[in-house]
């Protein structure tokens, strides 16, 4: 197509009534949004009522010439042969509107700047001339009938023009509007932005208003208003009509969003925020630093360097002082004199107060002058200009006072406008956090309590990385859902006389097998059985099931008494979907979002994998399994010892830990060997020299599993539980403490409060175990239903072809065999569910390759995958190479993968593993 076909098309959709009434619309529906907004939030503040009338009137009228664009539009689009009358009515009473618009417009200027505005002549005379143009139009909107005959009416629509006199009173009106009203008002207004006693934020909202709503405002309406004074612009008018309302409503949009996040009027105490979690990251270096100071020189430093690399301060506009304690000052008297200027500002304010003023600062928590200055603008109080003049006489931006047993201790001091830009609440409460540590530090330094500080620091670095996981799940989940999106085909079946029959080409699409005819399908037999109950019970039933493919697609069915039928509708589930269903199964309804992860995460599919049942117990147990793995903190197993080594590897293995090392325990520890290994001894007790303790020889990146940890003996129980409190251990019968990172889990098959109370277990460590503790469900004790939901879980996993799981399907007799010698343990169940599908398979002559998948007897997360993928594997370098980690023999991983030691050996050289 042409270029220039492309351009006249465009051009002319521009002029296009329906572009410009669809534009007038969304124009009027945008300044609804924004006076819905502001007028509950100004009816409560009395004191800025005069500002927020004035903007509601300024709003009003916009509304009003918006309005009037629609009717015009409209009578143009679907009444052009209709009356013209009314149009040229709401026409004229437009222009009555719009003279009050600009009037309302000139007094909010005016009223920002001014706490009340004060009247004078050049006031007096433009309201007797607004009001003189009010009458004027509405005189001839009322009582003017020059335009009442046909002919009148077909000329003026055609022309586009009213009376000669409407034209000569719309030219004075704009003349008028522009040079009498608005020029002087915004003279009035750009001087005193240049006054340093207006408010910084509220110079930077006039700014805003005059700079880039008010000047492209007037060059748009006198554009749009000299159609009525020059002819020759009537030719180009409806082409840019549209242009200029569309950038007109996005300057205005932009526009109200930033003075309102500059909290315009006062209408909202403090500025609006956007969402980040780059500070997690930062304030991590810094709890690091904050944990190794030693002294308060060391905070003031480190103070500095916060506000440098949080907010862009300069270092030397940021500042840091101490208060002496009391035991300081009479230990030293010295310390009690001030030792700058602004310390002793400081310190006079702080004694010569009042209390209210105490009891201000403590509920601020932090005092920012801007944000100070203008709310006193609004709302004068004695106690804010108390504290104005405070901040002015220490020249501060920002006061961030720091508490110690609510106690001033510190405060740290910003220089004024050092950064140039306004602070928002995210930044307010980075700084509270920082403040709140200060303030913890400050006091262990003074107390030379140390190991307190090192608990809380190791308690917040195992909390950070609590977080980071679960915003690494929270947008692995996300990017689940806006894949799931992409297919929002909605399938359409109809069920009457035992017969289905397809609505829509969708249906087909998601079904894909012939319902009438497959029977026996899985996928058939649901929907047939959920038909039929509806059918019977005449009530819209919905099942969330399996398609042909595996996946899981939702099946909702509603009864047409009318037509004697069943409507079914077929989708896949979106997340909520199939979280609305669990929410009510857990024990915890905040954990929603752990169950958001096991539904829509690599993670959640490993433990579906480990665990596929849907049921209430089993649910919140792989809830806890979730959280469980995400965190770094040490964890106790409680659970049968088959099942062990897959809990074990899959903690592991969602942890990101890269070696894992299994000390098991057969009997009581003698003569303190595990805790030689595990900690090292002394070397003045070490005649051989003794190995590397295995918390030094084992990198960050690994975990430590023991096995039956009550055989440990008390002391070693003290010794690991020092280190699992604090993260540092001490050698064997030594005093030196060392730092490691290895994550510590434990098992046991006995009752550690029983051994607690016939001293045979440490209590401290029972202590540090305790909270995490992961105790799996015994199946002896399982519902019924939940067991054999369990069973059908397996068998699910185990048969790999969609057509053979009707034939191996396990029978209801076949499952109450099960459950009249119920296993121990998931591992037992699993190769017993497997023991019936391999006989069942053999009856019907089905061979093992072709319906039982290959990974359902590998619990080895880090296998799952390459099993799965079998020749395929030896392509992918990252799996091979786990390979050869996980077994070092060529034979082995042939064996592994199903294929030929030569083509194994060939890959190991290709990627260098041997």
């Not at 709401?90 to 706490?115: C, G, H, M, N, P």
């Not at 595996?550 to 079914?568: C, D, F, R, S, V």
């Not at 001490?730 to 030196?736: I, L, P, T």
């Not at 202590?767 to 019924?784: G, Q, R, V, Y």
């Amino acid at each position: 197509m042409p270029m220039g076909v492309v351009i006249d098309f465009f051009v002319q959709s521009l002029a296009s009534t329906e572009f410009l009434l669809g534009t007038m619309i969304v124009a009027l529906a945008t300044k609804i949004y924004f006076v819905t907004y502001l007028l509950p939030r100004g009816a409560r503040k009395s004191c800025i009522q005069v500002p927020w009338f004035l903007l509601l009137g300024v709003m009003i009228g916009a509304m009003v010439n918006d309005l009037t664009w629609i009717i015009k539009l409209t009578h143009k689009l679907f009444f052009a042969l209709n009356d013209y009358t009314f149009v040229i009515t709401v026409i004229r009473i437009d222009w009555a509107f719009r003279i009050l618009q600009y009037q309302f417009f000139a007094l909010f200027l005016e009223s920002l700047t001014e706490k009340k505005i004060k009247k004078s002549f050049l006031h007096a005379l433009q309201i007797l001339l607004s009001g003189a143009f009010v009458l004027y139009f509405l005189y001839f909107a009322f009582l003017d009938d020059a335009l009442l005959d046909m002919a009148t009416q077909e000329r003026v629509q055609t022309l586009g023009v009213l009376s000669r006199m409407d034209l000569l009173g719309m030219r004075y009106a704009l003349f008028y509007m522009c040079i009498l009203l608005v020029l002087p008002s915004l003279f009035m207004a750009a001087q005193k932005m240049r006054s340093p006693h207006l408010p910084f934020l509220l110079r930077k909202q006039l700014r805003i208003f005059i700079v880039y709503l008010l000047f492209p405002f007037l060059a748009i309406e006198f554009f749009q208003m000299s159609y009525f004074s020059f002819y020759s612009f009537r030719t180009y008018f409806y082409h840019t009509l549209g242009i200029s309302t569309v950038l007109l409503l996005v300057i205005t949009y932009y526009c109200i969003k930033k003075v309102l996040a500059l909290r315009f009027l006062n209408v909202i105490t403090e500025t609006p925020t956007s969402n980040t979690l780059s500070f997690i990251d930062e304030f991590k270096n810094t709890l690091e630093s904050l944990s190794h100071a030693t002294s308060t020189q060391e905070l003031k430093y480190l103070t500095q360097t916060f506000f440098k690399e949080a907010f862009a301060i300069p270092l030397r506009k940021a500042t840091f002082y101490v208060r002496p304690s009391a035991s300081e000052k009479k230990r030293e008297p010295t310390l009690a004199e001030p030792h700058t200027t602004i310390e002793a500002l400081v310190e006079s304010y702080m004694s010569t107060h009042e209390i209210e003023v105490s009891d201000f600062i403590a509920k601020q928590k932090i005092l920012v002058y801007d944000d100070l200055v203008f709310s006193n603008f609004y709302e004068e109080t004695t106690i804010k200009k108390s504290v104005i003049a405070f901040l002015e006489s220490i020249n501060a931006e920002i006061f961030l006072p720091v508490y110690t047993k609510q106690q001033m201790s510190a405060y740290a001091i910003i220089e004024k406008h050092e950064r140039g830009t306004t602070y928002n609440k995210m930044e307010f409460n980075q700084m509270l956090i920082f403040a709140s540590y200060l303030g913890t530090s400050i006091t262990l330094i003074r107390n030379k309590n140390f190991e307190t500080l090192l608990l809380q620091e190791k308690e917040l670095r195992e909390e950070l990385y609590l977080k980071h996981q679960e915003i690494n799940q929270y947008k692995e989940s996300l990017q689940s859902f806006l894949r799931s999106t992409k297919q929002n085909q909605v399938g359409v079946l109809f069920y009457k006389n035992r017969h289905f029959v397809f609505g829509n080409q969708a249906a087909k699409e998601l079904i894909r097998i012939n319902i009438n005819q497959e029977e026996g399908h899985p996928l058939a037999r649901a929907l047939k059985n959920l038909a039929q109950q509806v059918e019977s019970y005449k009530t819209p039933l919905t099942l969330i099931t399996t398609d042909v493919a595996g996946n899981k697609i939702m099946l909702a069915a509603a009864p047409n008494l009318e037509h004697q039928t069943i409507l079914l509708t077929v989708h896949y589930p979106d997340i909520t979907d199939i979280i609305t269903q669990k929410i009510p199964l857990l024990r915890d309804q905040n954990s929603w979002d752990y169950l958001l992860y096991l539904e829509s995460t690599r993670v959640g599919k490993l433990i579906e994998h480990l665990m596929p049942g849907p049921g209430e117990t089993l649910l919140n147990f792989k809830v806890d399994l979730l959280k469980a793995a995400l965190s770094k903190k040490a964890l106790l197993i409680e659970a049968p010892e088959d099942d062990l080594a897959s809990l074990v590897d899959l903690v592991h293995h969602v942890s990101m830990r890269e070696t894992l090392h299994i000390l098991s325990l057969q009997g009581q520890e003698n003569r303190f060997e595990t805790a030689i290994k595990l900690f090292g001894v002394n070397p003045l007790f070490s005649i051989k020299s003794a190995p590397e303790p295995l918390l030094k020889k084992l990198q960050s990146s690994s975990t430590l599993f023991i096995k039956n940890v009550q055989f440990l003996s008390l002391e070693t129980q003290e010794y690991l539980a020092e280190y699992i409190r604090t993260g540092f251990y001490r050698a064997f019968k030594s005093d030196q403490k060392m730092t490691s990172s290895v994550r510590i889990i434990t098992s046991t098959n006995h009752n550690l409060n029983l051994g607690v109370q016939e001293e045979t277990f440490s209590p401290a460590l029972l202590n540090a175990l305790k909270k995490p503790t992961l105790n799996m469900p015994s199946l002896i004790t399982l519902a019924e239903q939940e067991f054999n939901e369990l069973i059908d879980g397996f068998a699910q996993q185990a048969i790999k072809t969609e057509i053979f799981k009707n034939m191996l399907e396990l029978t209801d007799k076949e499952k109450n065999r099960l459950a009249i010698n119920r296993p121990a343990s998931l591992h037992e169940l699993k190769i017993k569910v497997h023991q019936i599908l391999m006989q069942k398979s053999k009856k019907h002559h089905i061979s093992h390759e072709a319906s039982f998948d290959p990974a359902y007897e590998i619990s080895d997360p880090d296998l799952f995958e390459a099993v799965r993928l079998g020749k395929h594997a030896l392509r992918d370098q990252k799996i091979m190479g786990l390979l050869w980690h996980k077994f070092k023999s060529q034979n082995k991983i042939a064996t592994f993968l199903g294929v030929n030691r030569s083509s194994v050996n060939r890959r190991c050289k290709e990627y260098n593993l041997m």
